[in-house]
Every structure is written in structure tokens, then in C-alpha cells.
């Protein structure tokens, strides 16, 4: 290519010129692809019903194929010290305190299904007997508050291996002690940061926390970090989620 008439171009090796257009296709999608801004794109009347679902549906599961294709899967969340955790942590779940779910521990296992190996159930102890690690990251919740915690547990990975995963499956699943659910593309499963938590702070899972076991995925908005968790399964098929299959971004990584 020669310079052009309007004076000098700068030249771009292609592998320059595919980052630049990935920066700036980046920046676009950083500006935000709202619900309000899909139906103005799409140049649909909120009242067409099933059509305009349809149209956002497919908008919003293109859009989580970008942000799988942006998001390199392996990318570190920031991590902070012990002084600057939030305290007290915050509670939140779709409900209020009171009806925070019992988790009997006596007759309490982890049921595995799909993809795997290994479907035995597992008990705690087995969990707290693989190798563990601790970070302190930053929760941020979709409804515009974030906190400091630090979460300890099982890498979801390693347990992964453990009940002899196909990792080369899309999704994760898990199924909660309430009526909550959500789900994992397979390169956030497999994070180093994405843990199965069994403590909070120094000490098991409190109750509201998630006990006994809670998803900590600090590369995902709160929502897709499910609490009081009694099943996980690995399918070719999306399992969504609670607030996904309600109009909530499935990918929705931060
Ligand atoms: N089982 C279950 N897990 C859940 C939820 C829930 O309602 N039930 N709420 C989610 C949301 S929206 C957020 S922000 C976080 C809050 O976690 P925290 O109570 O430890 O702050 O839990 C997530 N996991
Ligand atoms: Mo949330």
C-alpha cells in the first residue's frame, strides 16, 4: 500500500493492524450493548412481542460469543490485601435472610452428572482433601455494589480432573439448595481463580454466604457465582441460569 494523497499513512504490519481493529472493536462493545440499545439497533418496536425476543435472544447469545472470543479465559482478576476487604461482607441473594436455605450436613454430597468419568457424590472432607487455595477478590453485584472478600476452597479446575471432566465439553452446571442455578463456559471453569469456596475469611462458609459450598468466580458479575451448591454436571448444552434465563448477559465477565 502507498501513501495516499492526504499525506502519510502510517503502515501497519497485519498482525498491528488486527490488534488495532481489535482495540477499537473492543472499545464499541465496552460502550455497552444494553437491552435498550439492541432494540434501537435492531429497529424493533418494543410491542412486536416474540419477534422482538427472538431478535434479542440472538443478539445477546452473539454477544456472548464475542465477549468468549475478548475475554482470553485466562486472565488474572485483580487480587487485594486483608486490610481492604469489605466488613461486613454483604448479603445478597433473591431473597431475604430469613429464608436463607438449611443445608443438613449429615446427609449432605455433592451429586456429579454428564460429561464425567466419575459420577460418585462427594463429601466435604473428600473436597477439603484436595488441594486448596485462597484469593482475595473483589465481588461485583449487577445491581451496582461491589466488596472485597476473601474466599477459600478447591480450584474448580482440579476437582474437574478429579471426577475425570471432558473439558473439551462447553458448559458447567450447577444446581443449588434454593431454587438458583447458573452455569460456566468451559474456559472460566477452568480459570485458576474459579473455585469451588468452602471458607469464607478464615472459617467454613457462614450460612448466608453459601454454605457449604458456593461457586467464587471472580472473573464473572456476583450473579453467575451460585451459592449453597448440591450439584454440578458438564454438558454440550447451556444450562443458563437463574437470572441468565431471565434477560441477565449469560457471559456477563468483568
Ligand atoms: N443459591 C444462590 N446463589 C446465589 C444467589 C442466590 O440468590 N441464590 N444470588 C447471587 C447474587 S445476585 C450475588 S450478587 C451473590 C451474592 O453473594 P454474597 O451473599 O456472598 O454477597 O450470590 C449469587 N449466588
Ligand atoms: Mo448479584
Redesign the pocket.
Known sequence: MSASKKGPRIQLEPAQRLQLENIQRRNFLRGGLTVGAMAMLSGCNLQDGDQVDRVLWAMSRWNDRVQAWLFSGQRLAPTFSKAQMTQP??????YGQDDIPEVDLSDYALSVSGRVRDKSPWTLDGLRKLPQRTDITR?V?VEGWSAIGQWGGVPLRIFLEHIGADTTAKYVGFK?A?R?YSSLDMATALHPQTLLALDYGEVALPP???YPLRLRVPTKL??K????IVEIYVSNDNPGGY?EDQGYNWFSGI
Open positions: 461482607f454483604p448479603f445478597n441473594a433473591y465481588l453485584c443449588c434454593d438458583y448466608k454466604y453459601g456476583g450473579f457465582n451460585p451459592k449453597h437470572w
